[in-house]
């Protein structure tokens, strides 16, 4: 696509963009809810999101059924009050809902898998109904404008325009950083355009290329984004991405997850546990009489040179050398 | 034989129960009992409880030496009322022994010892049925039982008596003694092994200057057991005593000790019949590394050079040996394993035996090995992730994939970085595969229409060479002399008369060569 084309579909984007925006209201009173309320927190809403990544990794959906997934589901929370057990039905539902539209059809998994994959509770038909209370509520516009769509085109206006061929811009690398930043539901009140905009800006002064920083101020003047709401999102985005690229791990969060194994395995599981009934010997003390009988009771043929070597085992070969020998074995049937 | 019913037969083989049944038992005879040339009786002798203090001595012996008379179980008609004396005997005897002070004076002993070893020590009978499967056939019980077991019960107590005086004791209970308990070890009855092995666990902790000797006949029974034989039935309880005794083990380490794990231990796993003893010799190996962390690298990179390649169920068991010595490792020495082992579990894991990989993933229920995980992230996660992803799409068994999901799930929040990192780098493997995949298929595709297009100019070829080579021969001779082939080839090639073939002629007449 030639670069005009590529500058009037952003335009396009641009201006569709503010209809698949979540309710701003709505985001701050999730924001605002403290943890363990009848409602929807901040951290209930983004442990959900990262538990659809995992979904969406696991199944192998692309990152576009992801972001239009987290897309449905903060555009439906902010319009709604939501109680938390019934979260995993609606972000479920938003996924799927997001793999119809992106996915090919054969590679769809189907509900029954996802809800048992997912550990959930509720049944399929549940699915099949929020499906559609979703749908509706949201009017029935279920193919976003999103963030990543705005990182393609950034992508391949930035690219095409670049007359330097050593740098590229990884647009994987971009695709998950913006993974991570939705993670956070204080992401989702920014526009699109300026989020892309920020993650692209900052990975070109990862890369430091000169060239593609111009191409950049080009795309903001061209989609009149205000400086200050750029430097604002770009301050987020690189708190953002120094806690995901920081080296340092979390614990999981395990008591989520379900465990769940066969018969057979779980009863062999633990048998190894059984305490020994044979109280311990303790060693004796090696220069002790622990060596002193054994040279006393000779046994014939031969096994005097056994006993023998008995004594100071803790130096010598502990196989004598006339043992190594293969006929010698008649020792033991005196 | 009589005739058997279809309804006996699996497969129109007789069923191996019915061929049991139908085996006539022989009697054994044994030459432990002599024929008698008159019937021994015996004759009941008085009570021990009832005799006055200064006669109890003198009785007692006289009691032991009665018990020194044998008597054939396996005829369960003869001598009824002997055998019942002497099982009385024997019982009044073991009671005596454990509730009275004063028994055990000198002149006992030798009578003592004398009587135990007369009952006891004999040469085990061959086994009745010669493929005895341990795990799951009824064991051949000995059939003296009534008496031997109270002949057992009475040394036990004897050794456990409070009188008892190893300096006394250690001129009959002998290197000899030892040797022939050992040999009872192999008895098929598990009351008798059971018997033996406390028995010879009071032994080993009485009398020091025995206990080399007994570590060095345990040693060559396994060895035998591992290298030549591969029978013997006391095996777990052998482990079992030598776990008391490894968990008594002073520090540092005597090298005699580490020996004894590498050469005896470890390749002890190798044995067809692990699962009779694994608990025990797992119990042991543990042991060993609670003692001596240092063990850990040589214990594990042993298991790792035994790991069964086609026994599951021993894999099974490899891999529950593997948790338990995981859950007392240290960390420095987790790092020197760390990737021969997952390089073994990610193995594992993709095992189509769903028992095996549901163990190897269920390595991620445990928070000890998760936390050693989190530590090691960045060499383990590389190692796991391709096998674990594949088997996301490929495994055939719900529950594994469902594991599976739980165990990327706890890889990724550890790190995701890395983990998107191996996921683009896995995706876009998998992109290279799948179009070197294409492309061959194309090729493959090219030359069948290749083969396809000719097939009438082949017609005249009486040869019959692979249609490759002929697909030149459009005129005339079939001779297909591969001369001739490579001057048509040109002759074609220069003709230009089907622009196609001879695109084609001049593409593959390379492949043809």
Same mark, same amino acid.
């Given at each position: 696509?030639?670069?005009?084309?590529?500058?009037k579909?952003?335009?396009?984007?641009?201006?569709?963009?503010?209809?698949?925006?979540?309710?701003?209201?709505?985001?701050?009173?999730?924001?605002?809810t403290?943890?363990?309320?009848? =409602?929807?927190?901040?951290?209930?809403?983004?442990?959900?999101? $990262?538990?659809?990544?995992?979904?969406?990794?696991?199944?192998?959906?692309?990152?576009?059924?992801?972001?239009?997934?987290?897309?449905?589901?903060d =555009?439906?929370?902010?319009?709604?009050?939501?109680q @938390?057990?019934?979260?995993?039905?609606?972000?479920?539902?938003?996924?799927?809902?997001?793999?119809?539209?992106?996915?090919?059809e054969?590679? /769809?998994?189907?509900?029954? $898998?996802?809800?048992?994959?997912?550990?959930?509770?509720?049944? *399929?038909?549940? /699915?099949?109904?929020? $499906?559609?209370?979703?749908?509706?509520?949201?009017?029935?516009?279920s193919?976003?404008?999103?963030?990543?769509?705005?990182?393609?085109?950034?992508?391949?206006?930035?690219?095409s325009?670049?007359?330097?061929?050593?740098?590229?811009?990884?647009?994987?690398?971009?695709?998950?950083?913006?993974?991570?930043?939705l993670?956070?539901?204080?992401?989702?009140?920014?526009?699109?355009? *300026?989020?892309?905009?920020?993650?692209?800006?900052?990975?070109?002064?990862a890369?430091?290329?000169?060239?593609?920083?111009?191409?950049?101020?080009?795309?903001?003047?061209?989609?009149?984004i205000?400086?200050?709401?750029?430097?604002?999102?770009?301050?987020?985005?690189?708190?953002?991405?120094?806690?995901?690229?920081?080296?340092?791990?979390?614990? @999981?969060?395990?008591?989520?997850?379900?465990?769940?194994?066969?018969?057979?395995?779980?009863?062999?599981?633990?048998?190894?546990?059984?305490? @020994?009934?044979?109280?311990?010997? @303790?060693?004796g003390?090696?220069?002790?009489?622990?060596?002193?009988?054994?040279?006393?009771d000779?046994?014939?043929?031969?096994?005097?040179?056994?006993?023998?070597?008995?004594?100071?085992?803790?130096?010598?070969?502990?196989?004598?050398?006339?043992?190594?020998?293969?006929?010698?074995?008649q020792?033991?049937?005196? | 034989?009589?005739?058997?019913?279809a309804?006996?037969?699996?497969?129109?083989? #007789?069923?191996?129960?019915?061929?049991?049944?139908?085996?006539? !038992?022989?009697?054994?005879?044994? &030459?432990?009992?002599?024929t008698?040339?008159?019937?021994?009786?015996?004759?009941?002798?008085?009570?021990?409880?009832?005799?006055?203090?200064? +006669?109890?001595?003198?009785?007692?012996?006289?009691?032991?030496?009665?018990?020194?008379?044998?008597?054939?179980?396996?005829?369960?008609?003869?001598?009824?009322? &002997?055998?019942?004396?002497?099982?009385?005997?024997?019982?009044?005897?073991?009671?005596?022994?454990?509730?009275?002070?004063?028994?055990l004076?000198?002149?006992?002993?030798?009578?003592? #010892?004398?009587?135990?070893? #007369?009952?006891?020590f004999?040469?085990?009978?061959?086994?009745?049925?010669?493929?005895?499967?341990? +795990?799951?056939?009824?064991?051949?019980?000995?059939?003296?039982?009534?008496?031997?077991?109270?002949?057992?019960?009475?040394?036990?107590?004897?050794?456990?008596?409070?009188?008892?005086?190893?300096?006394?004791?250690k001129?009959?209970?002998?290197?000899?003694?030892?040797?022939?308990?050992?040999?009872l070890?192999?008895?098929?009855?598990?009351?008798?092994?059971?018997?033996?092995?406390?028995?010879?666990?009071?032994?080993?902790?009485?009398?020091?200057?025995?206990?080399?000797?007994? !570590?060095?006949?345990?040693?060559?029974?396994?060895l035998?057991?591992?290298?030549?034989?591969?029978?013997?039935?006391?095996?777990?309880?052998l482990?079992?005593?030598?776990?008391?005794?490894?968990?008594?083990f002073a520090?540092?380490?005597?090298?005699?000790?580490?020996?004894?794990?590498?050469?005896?231990?470890?390749?002890?796993?190798?044995?067809?019949?692990?699962?009779?003893?694994?608990?025990?010799?797992?119990?042991?190996?543990?042991?060993?590394?609670?003692?001596?962390?240092?063990?850990?690298?040589?214990?594990?990179?042993?298991?790792?050079?035994?790991?069964?390649?086609?026994?599951?169920?021993?894999?099974?068991?490899?891999?529950?040996?593997?948790?338990?010595?995981?859950?007392?490792?240290?960390?420095?020495?987790f790092?020197?394993?760390?990737?021969?082992?997952?390089?073994?579990?990610?193995?594992?894991?993709?095992?189509?035996?769903?028992?095996?990989?549901?163990?190897?993933?269920?390595?991620?229920?445990?928070?000890?090995i998760?936390?050693?995980?989190?530590?090691?992230?960045?060499?383990?996660?590389?190692?796991?992730?391709?096998?674990?992803?594949?088997?996301?799409?490929?495994?055939?068994?719900?529950?594994?994939?469902?594991?599976?999901?739980?165990?990327?799930?706890?890889?990724?929040?550890?790190?995701?970085?890395?983990?998107?990192?191996?996921?683009?780098?896995?995706?876009?493997?998998?992109?290279?595969?799948?179009?070197?995949?294409?492309?061959?298929?194309?090729?493959?595709?090219?030359?069948?229409?290749?083969?396809?297009?000719?097939?009438?100019?082949?017609?005249?070829?009486?040869?019959?060479?692979?249609?490759?080579?002929?697909?030149?021969?459009?005129?005339?001779?079939?001779?297909?002399?591969?001369?001739?082939?490579?001057?048509?080839?040109?002759?074609?090639?220069?003709?230009?008369?089907?622009?196609?073939?001879?695109?084609?002629?001049?593409?593959? #007449?390379?492949?043809?060569?």
């Open positions: 696509m030639d670069a005009f084309k590529l500058m579909e952003l335009r396009v984007n641009c201006e569709q963009e503010v209809h698949y925006l979540p309710k701003v209201t709505g985001l701050r009173a999730i924001e605002s403290a943890p363990g309320d009848s =409602r929807i927190s901040a951290k209930c809403r983004d442990a959900k999101v $990262e538990d659809l990544w995992s979904l969406t990794s696991f199944f192998g959906y692309s990152t576009q059924t992801f972001v239009l997934a987290v897309n449905l589901l =555009r439906f929370l902010a319009m709604m009050k939501i @938390p057990k019934h979260l995993s039905c609606i972000s479920l539902s938003c996924l799927h809902m997001a793999a119809k539209v992106t996915e090919k054969c590679n /769809l998994t189907p509900t029954d $898998e996802l809800i048992r994959i997912g550990q959930c509770r509720f049944t *399929v038909s549940d /699915l099949a109904r929020m $499906e559609k209370i979703v749908t509706e509520k949201l009017n029935f516009k193919k976003a404008v999103t963030a990543l769509t705005f990182l393609h085109l950034y992508h391949q206006i930035a690219l325009h670049c007359t330097d061929r050593k740098t590229t811009l990884s647009l994987e690398k971009l695709e998950a950083q913006l993974k991570a930043c993670c956070r539901i204080s992401f989702s009140k920014a526009k699109p355009s *300026v989020l892309a905009l920020a993650l692209l800006r900052q990975e070109i002064e890369v430091q290329s000169e060239d593609m920083l111009e191409i950049a101020s080009h795309i903001q003047r061209h989609l009149k205000v400086d200050a709401d750029l430097v604002l999102w770009s301050k987020c985005v690189a708190q953002c991405l120094s806690d995901y690229a920081s080296p340092e791990c979390s614990k @999981p969060d395990h008591r989520k997850l379900q465990w769940i194994v066969s018969r057979r395995t779980a009863q062999s599981l633990h048998s190894y546990r059984s305490v @020994p009934e044979l109280p311990t010997i @303790p060693e003390c090696w220069d002790e009489s622990e060596s002193e009988d054994s040279c006393e000779m046994m014939s043929s031969g096994e005097e040179s056994l006993s023998s070597s008995l004594g100071s085992d803790a130096e010598g070969s502990f196989f004598p050398p006339h043992l190594r020998r293969q006929n010698q074995r020792y033991l049937y005196a | 034989m009589s005739a058997i019913s309804s006996e037969k699996v497969d129109g083989f #007789t069923r191996k129960s019915m061929r049991k049944a139908q085996k006539q !038992r022989k009697s054994q005879g044994s &030459s432990q009992y002599r008698h040339t008159a019937p021994v009786e015996l004759s009941p002798l008085p009570q021990l409880k009832d005799a006055p203090s200064t +006669e109890q001595q003198e009785l007692f012996t006289q009691k032991l030496q009665q018990c020194c008379m044998l008597f054939d179980f396996l005829d369960s008609v003869t001598d009824l009322k &002997s055998k019942e004396i002497k099982r009385a005997t024997l019982n009044e005897l073991v009671d005596y022994v454990s509730t009275n002070r004063g028994v004076v000198e002149p006992a002993y030798p009578e003592i #010892t004398n009587m135990i070893c #007369t009952n006891i004999r040469i085990l009978p061959p086994s009745e049925n010669p493929d005895f499967d341990p +795990e799951e056939d009824e064991p051949t019980l000995e059939a003296a039982w009534p008496h031997i077991q109270l002949v057992y019960e009475f040394l036990l107590r004897f050794l456990e008596n409070p009188d008892f005086q190893p300096s006394i004791a001129r009959y209970i002998d290197q000899k003694f030892v040797l022939q308990l050992l040999e070890f192999d008895s098929e009855d598990p009351r008798e092994r059971d018997f033996l092995k406390t028995i010879l666990h009071r032994i080993y902790g009485k009398f020091l200057g025995l206990r080399a000797f007994i !570590r060095k006949q345990i040693n060559n029974i396994f035998r057991f591992i290298y030549e034989t591969e029978h013997f039935n006391g095996v777990a309880e482990l079992e005593i030598l776990g008391s005794i490894i968990n008594g520090l540092p380490l005597k090298a005699e000790h580490k020996q004894f794990l590498m050469k005896v231990l470890i390749p002890l796993h190798t044995a067809k019949g692990l699962a009779l003893f694994h608990a025990q010799l797992a119990y042991c190996v543990v042991q060993f590394l609670e003692k001596d962390p240092t063990l850990t690298e040589p214990v594990i990179r042993g298991l790792l050079k035994f790991w069964p390649k086609t026994c599951s169920q021993k894999e099974v068991m490899f891999l529950g040996e593997i948790e338990e010595i995981l859950d007392v490792i240290e960390p420095t020495q790092k020197k394993i760390q990737e021969p082992l997952f390089k073994q579990i990610s193995k594992c894991v993709t095992n189509p035996h769903f028992q095996v990989a549901e163990r190897a993933l269920y390595f991620w229920n445990n928070e000890y998760l936390s050693l995980i989190e530590e090691n992230i960045d060499k383990i996660l590389p190692i796991m992730f391709g096998s674990l992803y594949r088997i996301s799409k490929e495994h055939w068994n719900p529950t594994i994939v469902a594991l599976v999901y739980n165990v990327l799930k706890t890889l990724m929040e550890m790190n995701c970085t890395l983990f998107d990192e191996l996921t683009s780098s896995y995706k876009a493997d998998r992109q290279r595969e799948k179009k070197k995949e294409q492309e061959r298929e194309e090729l493959w595709k090219k030359l069948e229409e290749l083969k396809l297009s000719d097939m009438p100019l082949v017609q005249n070829n009486s040869h019959g060479l692979p249609s490759v080579q002929n697909n030149n021969n459009n005129n005339n001779n079939s001779n297909s002399n591969h001369e001739d082939q490579e001057r048509s080839a040109a002759a074609v090639t220069a003709d230009d008369k089907d622009p196609d073939a001879t695109a084609a002629v001049s593409e593959s #007449t390379p492949c043809a060569k």
